[in-house]
């Protein structure tokens, strides 16, 4: 069975461009999380889909970030205009049952 | 607001030692309690999962306890290997599954 699959793994963009994030979650996983870790930072929860709906976004940063899940399958998630601060590494995790989260690889984003 | 905070934040030690990793949590209205294993420039695997009615969970050289009361958790690593260095992560989690993550202990086991 497919894990969670992050694309890209890496991202070098300048300051002002627009990035989008992808993730594709385990199949049959109704609920995908995204996360992001900052250097120096703990990791940070960013929004909570079940299936197309936004359950939680209560961590998105500001309206620079825009995260969809169109027919509940893969989510995107597009930074713009990406800012220096935005550098870090994103995650994103599905599950079936709320409680256990598979989580992906990561895609680090770094804004120059 | 829930917070976790992770003690040491950086450990190194000779191979063959038992070490403990320490977390703490403040609220201790928890659905259960993750460690998760993070090696450089990779995602993070799970290791132990506890549950909010459980004490510990073992998985080979590794047993994670809680106590929800206290708001704590320890991960105890036994007869640590050079394989073991990574970053470990204690995580709590929301009814939601939200988790909410301690900063990290980073461990150096030298051969």
């Known amino acids: 069975e497919a894990g969670v699959t992050q694309f890209p793994s890496h991202s070098v963009i300048e300051k002002g461009q627009t990035v989008t994030l992808r993730c594709d979650p385990i199949s049959g996983h109704d609920n995908l999380y995204w996360y992001r870790r900052v250097m120096g930072k703990e990791i940070k929860f960013l929004l909570h889909f079940v299936k197309e709906s936004k359950q939680d976004e209560s961590g998105m940063p500001n309206n620079r970030f825009l995260a969809e899940r169109t027919g509940g399958t893969y989510s995107t998630l597009k930074v713009q205009p990406a800012e220096l601060e935005d550098s870090g590494v994103y995650f994103c995790a599905s599950s079936q049952v709320p409680q256990e989260a598979f989580f992906g690889q990561g895609t680090r984003l770094t804004v120059v | ?111």
């Open chain 2, 1 to 111: 607001k829930q917070e976790v905070t992770q003690i040491p934040a950086a450990l190194s030690v000779p191979e063959g030692e038992n070490l403990v990793l320490n977390c703490s949590f403040t609220d201790s209205a928890i659905y259960n309690l993750q460690w998760f294993r993070q090696d450089p420039g990779k995602g993070l695997t799970s290791l132990l999962l506890i549950q909010s009615s459980q004490r510990e969970q073992t998985s080979g050289r590794l047993n994670a306890s809680l106590d929800k009361s206290s708001g704590r958790s320890t991960l105890y690593i036994a007869a640590s290997q050079p394989g073991d260095s990574a970053t470990y992560l204690c995580a709590v989690t929301a009814n939601t599954g939200k988790l909410i993550f301690g900063q990290g202990t980073t461990l150096q086991v030298k051969p």
